[in-house]
């Protein structure tokens, strides 16, 4: 079959697309298709980041509480410190010499009698602290041991130094042991003469005098 065209050519061609009007809508079409396609993604990542804004922010809430509960910790713990250090310095700092005295008694073995107690607590003032070996001070005791057996004084003062401060080192802080020798830092070799005392069953005796030096209750000031 043979078609016709009987219009004039001025109106075939007026009847036709133009190839720009054509390009022009594809192009268009397919811009709007990229452009759509771009909005649903950035709108599924937009949902996507903002859920996982919510979660971090969510595990920032708990790491803060959680960072809170510690810092409460760690200030209980610190003051918990201070309680521990002030407890500590006051039970170091100071003497009490009623305790004190009722350990050398209660040490005392019954063949010493002390007859004399000389006790001189320095002031931290007074302290020496260019000597060798400072002292806060002294505790001199004169005693009389029934007999002439050495080994018995040389026994009582060994009873007076028990405590053995080597671990004392190993400690971070530094409590004393409970015990008469720990206020001291040093003993003194004893003194000591035969003498004759009549109406004793033992009439020859050992009278001897032995000195314990005080360890300073306050650290030498950098």
């Known amino acids: 079959m043979i078609r ?129 070996q400072p002292t806060g001070g002294f505790l001199k005791l004169r005693c009389y041991c029934s007999g002439n057996d050495v080994d018995r004084m040389t026994a009582y003062r060994k009873t007076l130094k028990s405590a053995d401060e080597f671990y004392l080192k190993f400690m971070q802080e530094q409590v004393k042991p409970e015990n008469f020798y720990a206020d001291f830092i040093n003993i003194t070799q004893p003194e000591w003469r035969l003498v004759l005392l009549k109406g004793y069953r033992d009439p020859t005796n050992i009278r001897f005098s032995v000195r314990l030096d005080l360890r300073p209750l306050v650290a030498k000031k950098a």
């Open 4 to 132: 016709i065209n009987l219009l004039p050519k001025e109106l075939q061609q007026a009847a036709r697309t133009p190839a720009k009007v054509f390009f022009t809508v594809i192009a268009g079409a397919g811009l709007s298709m990229v452009l759509i396609c771009t909005y649903v993604y950035l709108w599924f990542s937009v949902v996507v980041f903002q859920e996982r804004v919510e979660r971090k922010r969510e595990e920032l809430q708990h790491l803060q509480k959680n960072a809170a509960e510690v810092d409460a910790l760690m200030d209980d713990i610190a003051d918990y410190k201070e309680r521990e250090k002030a407890i500590i310095s006051i039970k170091t700092n100071r003497i009490l010499w009623s305790k004190k005295l009722d350990d050398l008694c209660r040490i005392t073995p019954g063949y010493i009698w002390i007859v004399r107690l000389e006790m001189r607590e320095l002031d931290p003032s007074e302290y020496r602290w260019d000597a060798q």
